[in-house]
């Protein structure tokens, strides 16, 4: 029974001195702290600012007039203004290379990728994918469900508007 006990003690012992480890005041604290800084930092630099993401969108929104003019009514009246359009950005804060085929042969230069959608309580729907380029000259529209029967997956907007992927909202 004393071997018990004293195996007992020896472990609780054990789990204080384990606990008091972690309260006490760490060695490498500074090196730590100095690490949590820096990975905010790079992701502060993986974030777009506000002005970066409003010229983005700007630039979406004067080359493509329907998402605000026609789209947005639409969302809200077939929702009973349960659900809202939105604009967000698709996967990195960064530009991407965009290239106009599946082969990519033909390369169009960097690109952001802009999210359109309806914005629910719960769930968002995404209704169109668009990539802005860098200096915010052009916009085009991607198919981002891979469709391969679409010659490119790419189109720039004339096309897109005059394709079966341009939507029809109940015309």
Not at 10 to 27: F, M, N, Y
Not at 119 to 142: I, K, P, T
Request: proline share 2%; hydrophobic share 35%.
């Amino acid at each position: 029974m004393e071997g018990k006990s004293l195996t007992i003690l020896v472990i609780s012992a054990l789990l204080i001195l384990t606990l008091l480890a972690g309260c006490a005041p760490s060695q490498t604290g500074e090196a730590e702290e100095q690490e949590g800084q820096e990975e905010q930092e790079e992701q502060s630099d993986m974030l777009m600012s506000e002005e970066e993401f409003a010229r983005i969108t700007n630039c979406l929104d004067e080359q493509v007039p329907e998402i605000w003019d026609e789209w947005a009514y639409y969302v809200e009246d077939k929702t009973g203004g349960e659900a809202y359009l939105y604009e967000r950005m698709a996967g990195e804060y960064s530009s991407e290379d965009v290239y106009r085929d599946y082969e990519k042969t033909e390369y169009l230069g960097k690109y952001y990728g802009i999210y359109v959608g309806e914005m629910w309580e719960d769930h968002s729907v995404n209704w169109a994918y668009f990539y802005v380029s860098e200096n915010c000259d052009e916009v085009l529209w991607y198919d981002h469900l891979a469709r391969v029967d679409n010659e490119y997956p790419v189109l720039y907007l004339d096309e897109w508007r005059n394709s079966e992927f341009y939507p029809k909202l109940g015309r």
